[in-house]
């Protein structure tokens, strides 16, 4: 299977920015579907904060729109996520995820999580 490990979470003062990366490693080959990033406030429901759809096409929340660039670096099995103007209400633990294929077989993976606050 593929694992997903978040870094670059942290304590940040709003308008500040924050960089977060998603390292997808396996031991078998795969296709992606789709990976994006997806965050969970506390007492809230996991929502997309933005994510590469299958046909190449991103995909951002209207919140974040403007503020946040999601990236990827193929070579190095990396995907990005450069969170700019941060404001306390982009408070969350922020989750990596990946669709992907294995030959026919469909899976998905997430992350453990990594947290970040935006202090007012």
């Known amino acids: 299977q593929v694992q997903l490990v978040e870094s670059g979470g942290g304590l940040v003062q709003a308008g500040g920015s924050l960089r977060l990366s998603c390292l997808a490693s396996?031991?078998?080959?795969?296709?992606?579907?789709?990976m994006g990033w997806y965050r969970q406030a506390p007492g809230k429901q996991r929502e997309l904060v933005a994510a590469?759809?299958?046909?190449?096409?991103?995909d951002y929340a209207d919140s974040v729109i403007g503020r946040f660039t999601i990236s990827r670096d193929n070579a190095k099995n990396t995907m990005y996520l450069q969170m700019n103007s941060l404001k306390p209400e982009d408070t969350a633990v922020y989750y990596c995820?990946?669709?992907?294929?294995?030959?026919?077989?469909?899976?998905?993976?997430w992350g453990q999580g990594t947290q970040v606050t935006v202090s007012s």
């Open positions: 995820n990946l669709d992907y294929r294995v030959v026919l077989t469909n899976f998905v993976s």
């Open positions: 590469f759809s299958s046909s190449g096409r991103i």
């Open positions: 396996g031991s078998i080959p795969f296709s992606i579907n789709t």
